[in-house]
DNA sequence: TTGTAAAACTACCAAAAGAGTAGGATAAGT
DNA sequence: ACTTATCCTACTCTTTTGGTAGTTTTACAA
């Protein structure tokens, strides 16, 4: 039960490109935050396609934000990564677990799943920028 | 990030332990969960090394639960099978993440660690046996 | 005391996921 | 044309996970 690299990693570029004033390349993103260029291809990539960031080709390039950095959570960062944010199989809405109707194990679950998501969802790259999170911290 | 079938197993293993008036064998709650009884070895084996639970041995063996349904949360069998409910790396008390100075993720994760954390604490077996967790669902 | 049933313990394996690398294709300045 | 940076695909290596197999130990019962 872990995040996974991309999902934290995509959270820092994504608070990069969230601080700037101007675009940022992607190269800087990389040498700011320490990451493998090559590797922050992948992740980019993947908040790119997620509609998350965008940017114009060519030498005056750079990748900014799609939208207003209080309109992007962090829920919308890891969905860039995985599809579904599913704790446990069983709540896959592809899988019907057969026991689901006597599982009392089952809410457990669920109830999990349901407040990691409303986490995600209530935090906002401003948020963060702003130091809000830390407040939950102790 | 998902939940390990042992930690789910281990759960539906604990309730089924919880629910018997009596001791309940091993082979039966492999059977009465379809768990292969083999693979539930090891996680009886960790759910009895983590004092959750205890057997006489023999024949009239069988095991039960070693302090009240209400005082046995999601939180202790989690740990059963991982000892460190960590969903990041940089949260670990062991790894200390050179960034942890400057970077803004952080805060967000250890949130996120936190908040799981009180829910699998808010979690009993006895609130699961009476369908409390059902509540949060909706 | 011997048989037997169940749990304990150890070792192993296969599949999947995760983390990261490599390299060529493409597009847009200069 | 040359360069620079992104795009895109494929591949590799490592770790984790899920699960099986087999042997040992314990304790009861005939």
């Known amino acids: 039960m872990k995040i996974s690299t991309r999902t934290r990693y995509g959270l820092r570029a994504m608070l990069e490109i969230a601080r700037g004033e101007s675009a940022i390349l992607q190269k800087d993103i990389a040498e ?36 207003d950095p209080g309109k992007i959570t962090l829920y919308d960062i890891h969905r860039a990564f995985d599809p579904e944010v599913c704790l446990v199989e069983c709540l896959s809405e592809n899988i019907k677990c057969e026991l689901s109707d006597t599982c009392q194990a089952q809410p457990v679950w669920s109830g999990l799943n349901k407040i990691v998501i409303d986490y995600m969802r209530s935090v906002t790259l401003e948020s963060v920028l702003k130091g809000k999170e830390s407040l939950r911290n102790k």
């Open 32 to 67: 700011n935050q320490g990451i493998s260029n090559k590797y922050l291809d992948q992740i980019v990539h993947s908040l790119k396609t997620a509609g998350l960031i965008s940017n114009a080709r060519g030498k005056k390039s750079g990748y900014v934000l799609t939208r």
